[in-house]
């Protein structure tokens, strides 16, 4: 974790008002899944107004939505709120050279880093993992400022980061933290730090 990251996290642990922080991953995109992908532009193979009627069960009303520019993301939160707010810092990771190339095309080994040094993973072209995470939280900080829930609507890689993060997990476990296609994940930040209440809700 970057002594950027740490300092915030003090900060944000140091904070007497409480947090109830939603993570919504996207409905499932349109796309071969022998396809590796991050920052494509994707449609969905869902039905978005289904999706988000469900998902209007499990979320606070009258929240703040922020969400990932992508419209795998972007159209899901538009239905969820009219007021929903892009950021692009909460877009999916960029793979480079690897966007949209079969997993079976990638040299021996291409992903062996994620198992061992996550956080020092970067693919031909791509943006470094470390890069990702740290954007990720910046957006995060700004947007928990002066409220007391926050709905963030975005992808599998920044929502293992972040929440990888506020719950202490070191980089290299990051991988077990697997968001499920439209789904909520809920975690309760107080001053004695963040809870889990509920994961792929």
């Given at each position: 974790?970057?002594?950027?990251?740490?300092?915030?996290?003090?900060?944000?642990?140091?904070?007497?008002?409480?947090?109830?922080?939603?993570?919504?991953?996207?409905?499932?995109?349109?796309?071969?899944?022998?396809?590796?992908?991050?920052?494509?532009?994707?449609?969905?193979?869902?039905?978005?107004?289904?999706?988000?009627?469900?998902?209007?069960?499990?979320?606070?009303?009258?929240?703040?939505?922020?969400?990932?520019?992508?419209?795998?993301?972007?159209?899901?939160?538009?239905?969820?709120?009219?007021?929903?707010?892009?950021?692009?810092?909460?877009?999916?990771?960029?793979?480079?050279?690897?966007?949209?190339?079969?997993?079976?095309?990638?040299?021996?080994?291409?992903?062996?880093?994620?198992g061992s040094s996550l956080i020092d993973f970067r693919a031909p072209g791509g943006e470094p993992y470390a890069d990702m995470a740290r954007r990720v939280w910046d957006a995060f900080?700004?947007?928990?400022?002066?409220?007391?829930?926050?709905?963030?609507?975005?992808?599998?890689?920044?929502?293992?980061?972040?929440?990888?993060?506020?719950?202490?997990?070191?980089?290299?476990?990051?991988?077990?933290?697997?968001?499920?296609?439209?789904?909520?994940?809920?975690?309760?930040?107080g001053p004695l730090g963040p809870k889990l209440r509920a994961f792929n809700r």
């Amino acid at each position: 974790m970057s002594l950027h990251i740490r300092n915030k996290m003090n900060e944000l642990f140091r904070l007497s008002d409480p947090l109830d922080l939603y993570l919504v991953r996207h409905p499932r995109p349109d796309v071969d899944p022998a396809l590796c992908y991050g920052v494509t532009d994707l449609p969905v193979a869902e039905d978005i107004a289904a999706c988000a009627a469900r998902l209007r069960t499990v979320l606070p009303s009258g929240a703040a939505v922020v969400c990932s520019p992508l419209a795998r993301a972007r159209l899901l939160a538009e239905a969820l709120s009219e007021g929903a707010q892009l950021d692009e810092r909460l877009r999916e990771l960029d793979f480079g050279e690897w966007e949209l190339k079969p997993f079976a095309d990638i040299p021996a080994g291409g992903f062996d880093v994620w198992g061992s040094s996550l956080i020092d993973f970067r693919a031909p072209g791509g943006e470094p993992y470390a890069d990702m995470a740290r954007r990720v939280w910046d957006a995060f900080d700004a947007h928990r400022r002066g409220r007391s829930t926050l709905v963030l609507v975005g992808h599998n890689g920044p929502m293992r980061a972040l929440t990888g993060t506020l719950l202490g997990l070191p980089a290299d476990r990051w991988l077990n933290l697997e968001f499920d296609f439209g789904r909520v994940t809920h975690l309760a930040i107080g001053p004695l730090g963040p809870k889990l209440r509920a994961f792929n809700r």
